[in-house]
Every structure is written in structure tokens, then in C-alpha cells.
């Protein structure tokens, strides 16, 4: 984007800071936070309102590891990756729980389920349950005879559920507004998209219409529109739309779901919202070209689609309560990224990336931010280094 000098605001501002961060979802928020607690002066820079993208449109699962199972995500991953990243996730929703998050009104202490519907996921879930217990995982196989009498499971179609007893869930607004109080002194500026970035080799100034802010470093938390700012980062982060549906059923005991379910490899997920409602989010990987892109908006396509499995799992019976979209910034092996990013044709030592939460942002995004601070202001080592993607 470019800005008009005419349409830059008349009552424009400088301010000036230590870090600027661009980006308040819940990477940029999080990350102010660690550099406030550590005395460090930082703007938050958003180019619509708080929680505007991904962070406040999510299905608000803050699950341990990922909606993949263990098995899958070991032979992808490796295994010692993976157990990485499940204790990662436990850390995670530790983190929110020492910030205030079960306080929320949306957030509720409720196991996550990852549904096998037949083969192969049924035989990937018994490994992925010897393997987790074998790292020292708690888990729990749930076998159709034993399983909760909610509409999922009498619908006949599960053949074995994987069960994290201690995942939960939460409204992502109401993390995003969590994440916002927790700072004391740090200014967010909304409507302030962020549209040049110079770099001298000293100070990093950054525009947009209403405020510039000059600093000593950056970092870039626009997790799905990454490629804006830093035309490198394309073909490394690629945007991925996600839609989701929220249904009311007539009989409002079928509301009710006993865990936050994940099925077809992660590829759907439904749980039990307030006010009786169930969302069902997914379908994305069946439209892949069509959902590859970071338009918001709904296709007749995918919410059919969504609602065809509302019907053939769960139920007929239902109003349509709300429909919407978001887009996720999606990595090459779904791990996040963080690095120095070079901005124009520079190798600029002090603008950072820290995104790419793919698909689960709610479990590791806090936890990851705060280590991207880590990174850029004590030279930690990274666990998610961009530069293991050089040859992309
Ligand atoms: C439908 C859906 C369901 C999901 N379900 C889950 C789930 O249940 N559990 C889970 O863990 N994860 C889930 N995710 C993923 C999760 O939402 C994301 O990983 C997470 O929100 C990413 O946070 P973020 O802060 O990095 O990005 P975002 O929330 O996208 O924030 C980026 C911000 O940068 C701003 N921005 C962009 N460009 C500029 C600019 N030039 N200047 C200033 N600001 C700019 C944007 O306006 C935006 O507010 C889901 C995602 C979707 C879309």
C-alpha cells in the first residue's frame, strides 16, 4: 500500500520508542507484554483494531500439540520436534493461565478429542497413545462403548477418540482484551497501518497516516499479510482462509459436546459454544486453491460443505447463527517462524518476523512471542529460526 501526502491526517505525531511491533493479534500483544515486563518501551502499530484478523476469529482451542496426532506429527517432525512442541503448548497455556485467561468469561476447562472416523487415523490414534504415554504424556483412548452420550458420538460415525484431559477452550476476543490489560504502559495505535518502514542503519521509522513511530528495533507480527511488509517472506508465509459456521440446534441439550472435537486428521473441529450454540469450522483442505488466500469472506462452496457434516455428525435440526471467515499464516512444516527479515533490498540486523502460527496460534502464539523477544534482545538461540527454510 502507499499513503497520499494528502491523506496523511493533519494532526500527524512522532513518537518514539525502543521496539515498535506491528501487529496487535495475539503474537504482537504478546510480545509487548514480555518487552514491558522486562522495563523495555514499545508501540503496538495495528492496521485495523486489536484482534481485527486470525486472533478474534478463531475456534478458541487451546489444545496441547496440535490438531495432527502425536504419530503423524512425530513421523513429520521427528520425534523429539514433537514432544518439543507438545510440552511447548503445555508451557503455553500455563503462560495464560499465570496472565488471567480462566477468569475470562468464555474460557472453559474442557478436554480436546481428536475423532478417528476409520482408517488409518484409528490405528495412528492407538500409536499416537503409546507414544504419548512413553514421553509422559497424559492421555486417554476413547472407545466408542465408553464414549460421552453427546451427538457426535450417537451419530455411530467415531471409531476411537484420542482425549487431552487438560486442553481447553476460550472466547479469542476475550484473550485478545486479556492480553491488551495486561499492559500497563505500552500504547497501541489502531487504524494505523503500517505502509513504509526506512531503515538508516541506525533508527528504524515507520509510517502510517495518523502517527510515525521512530525506534531502534522491530518487530513484524502481521502473521497472514507478512509478504506486505517483507516481499522475502513470500512463498515462506502463505495465507490460508478458514470459515467457520455457528449453529443453534432446536433441542438445546444437543448443544452440549463433552470435548472440543478435532476429526479427519484436524482437518474439521466443533465444540460447544455459550448460549446453546455448536461452531464447526474446516472443509479448507477439500477447496484448497479457492481458500488459499487472505480475502475474508464466506463461498457457498465450503459452508455447504460444513454443513453437510453438521448434518451427517451432528444434527438437522438447526438455525444458522453466525458465518465468517479468517485467514491464517501457514509455514512450510506448520512450526512457527521467527527471524531478522530483510525489508526492501536490505539485510536489515534489527526488523524481525515472529508469525506463522499456522493453524494454532491460540496454543503457542503467547509462548512464542515472548521467546521471539528472547531472541532478538538476548541472542537466545531459536527453536523456530527462519533460516531453515534458506533454500524455499
Ligand atoms: C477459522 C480459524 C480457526 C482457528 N482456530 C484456532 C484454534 O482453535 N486454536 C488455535 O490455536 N489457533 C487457531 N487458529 C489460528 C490462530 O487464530 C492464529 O494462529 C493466530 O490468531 C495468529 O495470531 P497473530 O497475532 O500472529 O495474527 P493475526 O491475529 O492475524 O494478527 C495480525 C495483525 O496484524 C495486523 N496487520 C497486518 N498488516 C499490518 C500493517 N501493515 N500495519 C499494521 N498492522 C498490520 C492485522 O490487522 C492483524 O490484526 C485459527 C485460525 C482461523 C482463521
Known amino acids: 500500500m502507499t499513503v497520499s501526502l494528502w491523506q496523511r491526517t493533519s494532526n500527524h505525531t512522532t513518537e518514539h520508542c525502543d521496539v515498535a511491533i506491528i501487529g496487535a493479534g495475539i503474537t504482537g500483544l504478546s510480545a509487548a507484554i514480555e518487552l514491558e515486563a522486562r522495563g523495555i518501551s514499545a508501540i503496538v502499530l495495528e492496521a485495523d483494531y486489536a484482534g481485527s484478523k486470525a486472533s478474534g476469529r478463531n475456534a478458541g482451542y487451546l489444545i496441547r500439540g496440535a490438531a495432527e496426532n502425536y504419530a503423524l506429527a512425530s513421523k513429520q517432525l521427528g520425534r523429539d520436534t514433537a514432544k518439543f512442541l507438545w510440552d511447548w503448548t503445555q508451557q503455553n497455556l500455563a503462560g495464560l493461565k499465570a496472565l488471567g485467561i480462566e477468569s475470562t468469561p468464555g474460557y472453559?476447562?474442557?478436554?480436546?478429542?481428536?475423532?478417528?472416523?476409520?482408517?488409518?487415523?484409528?490405528?495412528?490414534?492407538?500409536?499416537?497413545?503409546?507414544?504419548?504415554?512413553?514421553?509422559?504424556?497424559?492421555?486417554?483412548?476413547?472407545?466408542?462403548?465408553?464414549?460421552?452420550?453427546?451427538?457426535?458420538?450417537?451419530?455411530?460415525?467415531?471409531?476411537l477418540g484420542l482425549m487431552n484431559p487438560?486442553?481447553?477452550?476460550?472466547?479469542?476476543?476475550?484473550l485478545v482484551g486479556l492480553l491488551g490489560t495486561a499492559l500497563a504502559s505500552t500504547p497501541i495505535y489502531e487504524n494505523a497501518e503500517v505502509f513504509r518502514i526506512?531503515?538508516?542503519?541506525?533508527?528504524?521509522?515507520?509510517?502510517?497516516?495518523?502517527?510515525d513511530?521512530?525506534?531502534?528495533?522491530?518487530?513484524?507480527?502481521?502473521?497472514?499479510y507478512a509478504d506486505e511488509l517483507i516481499p522475502a517472506l513470500k512463498g515462506i508465509i502463505t495465507p490460508n482462509r478458514g470459515q467457520m459456521l455457528a449453529i443453534k440446534p432446536h433441542d438445546r441439550s444437543h448443544a452440549n459436546l463433552e470435548f472440543a472435537y478435532y476429526l479427519n486428521h484436524g482437518s474439521e473441529y466443533v465444540r460447544s459454544a455459550p448460549n446453546d450454540q455448536?461452531?464447526?469450522?474446516?472443509?479448507?483442505?477439500y477447496h484448497q486453491v479457492n481458500e488459499a488466500t487472505s480475502a475474508d469472506g464466506i463461498t457457498d462452496e465450503v459452508q455447504s460443505h460444513l454443513e453437510s457434516f453438521v448434518k451427517e455428525l451432528l444434527t438437522d435440526a438447526y438455525d444458522i447463527t453466525a458465518r465468517w471467515s479468517g485467514i491464517m499464516g501457514f509455514s512450510p512444516d506448520g512450526m512457527p517462524i521467527i527471524g531478522q527479515v530483510p525489508i526492501h533490498t536490505l539485510n536489515n540486523k534489527n526488523i524481525w518476523y515472529c508469525g506463522g502460527l499456522t493453524g494454532h496460534g491460540m496454543s503457542m502464539g503467547y509462548q512464542t512471542a515472548r521467546h521471539a523477544i528472547a531472541v532478538m534482545l538476548d541472542g537466545d538461540h531459536t527453536h523456530f529460526a527462519l533460516d531453515r527454510f534458506e533454500n524455499t
Do not use: Y
Not at 526506512?198 to 495518523?210: K, V, Y
Not at 513511530?213 to 497472514?224: D, E, F, G, Q
Open 166 to 174: 487438560h486442553d481447553a477452550v476460550c472466547s479469542p476476543i476475550e
Open 213 to 224: 513511530v521512530i525506534a531502534s528495533r522491530v518487530l513484524i507480527c502481521t502473521n497472514a
Open 198 to 211: 526506512e531503515d538508516d542503519g541506525n533508527r528504524i521509522a515507520l509510517q502510517t497516516r495518523s502517527v
Open 108 to 159: 472453559a476447562q474442557r478436554p480436546s478429542c481428536i475423532v478417528a472416523l476409520g482408517e488409518p487415523e484409528h490405528s495412528e490414534l492407538v500409536e499416537s497413545h503409546a507414544m504419548l504415554r512413553e514421553n509422559g504424556f497424559k492421555a486417554e483412548l476413547i472407545e466408542p462403548k465408553d464414549a460421552p452420550s453427546d451427538l457426535l458420538w450417537k451419530s455411530g460415525k467415531p471409531t
Open 278 to 285: 455448536i461452531i464447526f469450522g474446516g472443509a479448507r483442505t
